[in-house]
C-alpha cells in the first residue's frame, strides 16, 4: 500500500474548501485534552481469538482556533505471537481542520508526519532479530458525536505509511465524561498492514478492544 504525499494534504484541502464558521461555544464536542489509551487483541483474528497484541497509546488534541486543531501521538505496540515480539513506536505530531456539520456533529480531517521505530526479537533468548527506523505519515477522516453533554461517539479512518509499514485504521469509539475534566471510554480498533520486517512482513491485521482516560482542560 504506497501512500503519496499528496494523499495525505487531500483531506486537509478538502475540509479547508467547506465555509467555516466559528460556533464553538455551541458545539457540545470537546477537542482540549490529553489521553491515555491501553488495548489488546488479536493478531490475524478477530477479536478474542488470540491475545497476541499489546498497545499503549498517548497524546493530546488542541484547539488552536475555532477549526484548527494541533495534535501530538505517541504509541507502542507490541505484537507477540509464540515465539517472536515485534515492537512498533510511533510519535506523529500533526494538524487538522474541524468542520461543524451540525450543532453536535463534527468531521475532522487530519494529517500528520514523524518517525516510526521498529524492531524484533527472539523470545526465548532475546536476540535481535531486526531494527529499523523511518519516517511516517498520516492521513485521517473522523466524525465525532456528541450524543449528550456528558456522552461522546467518534468513528475514524486514517492511513499511516513508511518503508516499514503501510497501515490501515477503522476505529470507533464512545466516551463518558464523568467530572468537568475527565472522561473514560471504550473503542474497537481494526488495522489492516502490509510489512516489511523479518518475521512480520506482508499483509497481517489487528483487532483490538481497549479502554482510555482522557483529562480536559
Given at each position: 500500500?504506497?501512500?503519496?504525499?499528496?494523499?495525505?494534504?487531500?483531506?486537509?484541502?478538502?475540509?479547508?474548501?467547506?465555509?467555516?464558521?466559528?460556533?464553538?461555544?455551541?458545539?457540545?464536542?470537546?477537542?482540549?485534552?490529553?489521553?491515555?489509551?491501553?488495548?489488546?487483541?488479536?493478531?490475524?483474528?478477530?477479536?478474542?481469538?488470540?491475545?497476541?497484541?499489546?498497545?499503549?497509546?498517548?497524546?493530546?488534541?488542541?484547539?488552536?482556533?475555532?477549526?484548527?486543531?494541533?495534535?501530538?501521538?505517541?504509541?507502542?505496540?507490541?505484537?507477540?505471537?509464540?515465539?517472536?515480539?515485534?515492537?512498533?513506536?510511533?510519535?506523529?505530531?500533526?494538524?487538522?481542520?474541524r468542520y461543524p456539520l451540525l450543532d453536535k456533529l463534527d468531521v475532522i480531517a487530519g494529517a500528520?508526519?514523524?518517525?516510526?521505530?521498529?524492531?524484533?526479537?527472539?523470545?526465548?533468548?532475546?536476540?535481535?532479530?531486526?531494527?529499523?527506523?523511518?519516517?511516517?505519515?498520516?492521513?485521517?477522516?473522523?466524525?465525532?458525536?456528541?450524543?449528550?453533554?456528558?456522552?461522546?461517539?467518534?468513528?475514524?479512518?486514517?492511513?499511516?505509511?513508511?518503508?516499514?509499514?503501510?497501515?490501515?485504521?477503522?476505529?470507533?469509539?464512545?466516551?463518558?465524561?464523568?467530572?468537568s475534566n475527565l472522561s473514560v471510554g471504550g473503542f474497537y480498533t481494526h488495522r489492516d498492514g502490509?510489512?516489511?520486517?523479518?518475521?512480520?512482513?506482508?499483509?497481517?491485521?489487528?483487532?483490538?478492544?481497549?479502554?482510555?482516560?482522557?483529562?480536559?482542560?
Amino acid at each position: 500500500m504506497e501512500l503519496k504525499l499528496s494523499w495525505v494534504l487531500a483531506p486537509l484541502l478538502v475540509a479547508a474548501s467547506f465555509p467555516s464558521f466559528s460556533s464553538p461555544e455551541t458545539n457540545e464536542v470537546k477537542y482540549d485534552y490529553v489521553y491515555a489509551d491501553l488495548s489488546a487483541g488479536s493478531l490475524n483474528e478477530n477479536l478474542g481469538v488470540n491475545n497476541n497484541v499489546t498497545a499503549l497509546s498517548i497524546g493530546g488534541n488542541y484547539l488552536w482556533t475555532d477549526n484548527v486543531l494541533l495534535t501530538l501521538d505517541y504509541s507502542a505496540r507490541f505484537i507477540h505471537p509464540s515465539a517472536t515480539t515485534t515492537e512498533f513506536y510511533t510519535l506523529l505530531p500533526g494538524v487538522a481542520y474541524r468542520y461543524p456539520l451540525l450543532d453536535k456533529l463534527d468531521v475532522i480531517a487530519g494529517a500528520k508526519l514523524g518517525y516510526l521505530w521498529a524492531s524484533q526479537t527472539l523470545d526465548a533468548t532475546d536476540q535481535e532479530l531486526f531494527k529499523d527506523n523511518e519516517m511516517m505519515w498520516g492521513a485521517s477522516l473522523e466524525f465525532k458525536y456528541a450524543l449528550t453533554k456528558a456522552w461522546e461517539l467518534a468513528m475514524r479512518g486514517e492511513v499511516n505509511s513508511s518503508d516499514l509499514a503501510d497501515v490501515g485504521v477503522f476505529h470507533v469509539r464512545a466516551d463518558y465524561q464523568f467530572s468537568s475534566n475527565l472522561s473514560v471510554g471504550g473503542f474497537y480498533t481494526h488495522r489492516d498492514g502490509d510489512y516489511q520486517t523479518a518475521e512480520l512482513s506482508g499483509n497481517a491485521t489487528t483487532n483490538e478492544g481497549g479502554i482510555s482516560l482522557r483529562y480536559l482542560y
